[in-house]
């Protein structure tokens, strides 16, 4: 019975850190491309600001969250999940920024990644943990 009490508050601590994790990029990612679209053009910036936070993102989501190590097939799983989304985003600047502006189009961004990006995830990470 104890053992499924610690299996238990692991659960729930992982699904914390992950709900932590996922509401400070769902901040960060939009931020950064507003600084960085400060400085270049919004087209460069979203690759910019995509690239740093799906690397810190991803150091972030394996070493605190699930508490793993980092290796070879961890990180293709989630190259293979971030790709899509990445292009997505980097559609929906080319789209939007023209008429909404800067910020209109990283709280557009923000919202996708919050929700379809979430949902994606957790798709090709159940498919993964099947495998």
Do not use: D
Request: glycine share 4%.
């Amino acid at each position: 019975m104890n053992l499924k009490l610690k299996i238990f508050a692991l659960y729930k601590s992982s699904q914390i850190r992950y709900l932590i994790s996922g509401s400070i990029f769902t901040v960060i990612g939009p931020s950064l491309f507003i600084l960085i679209s400060s400085i270049l053009n919004p087209r460069y910036a979203i690759l910019f600001s995509e690239i740093i936070t799906h690397f810190l993102r991803f150091n972030i989501m394996t070493l605190w969250v699930f508490q793993t190590k980092i290796n070879n097939s961890s990180l293709k799983a989630y190259i293979k999940a971030t790709i899509p989304l990445f292009i997505v985003n980097f559609f929906i600047v080319n789209i939007f920024i023209s008429f909404l502006g800067t910020i209109s189009t990283a709280l557009i961004s923000g919202v996708f990644s919050a929700t379809i990006g979430y949902l994606w995830n957790k798709y090709c990470y159940s498919r993964t943990t099947k495998n």
